[in-house]
């Protein structure tokens, strides 16, 4: 029983950073093959994963990360609820 709270609480409320770096979600057709207006909506979206992987990188480093310790995916709720407040700031 103290095991499986102690795993739920480190679920919950385990270290913030490292973060993992967010996938890329952008896919579909190459651009070329894109209307204009589908373009711009494609160049924007890139231009916003950009600039969110920027941010947990400098966050990372900040922080004093290597590369190599950073998880490939949220390991606990604050990791979770600090990529989606980075994601609608």
């Known amino acids: 029983m103290a ?8 679920q919950r409320f385990g270290d ?7 996938p890329s979600v952008c896919g579909g057709l190459p651009i070329e093959y894109l209307t204009r ?6 160049l924007r979206h890139l ?3 950009r600039q969110v992987a920027e941010s947990v990188f400098a ?5 004093g990360h290597s ?4 998880p490939t995916h949220p390991l606990n709720e604050a990791q979770r609820s600090s ?7």
Do not use: K, V
């Open 67 to 70: 590369q190599d310790t950073w």
């Open 47 to 49: 231009s916003f994963e």
């Open 83 to 89: 990529l989606r407040l980075i994601f609608t700031a």
């Open 16 to 22: 913030l950073l490292p973060l993992p770096l967010p």
């Open 59 to 63: 966050l990372n480093t900040l922080a």
């Open 37 to 42: 207006t589908g373009r711009r909506r494609r």
């Open 3 to 10: 095991d499986a709270d102690d795993r739920a609480s480190t």
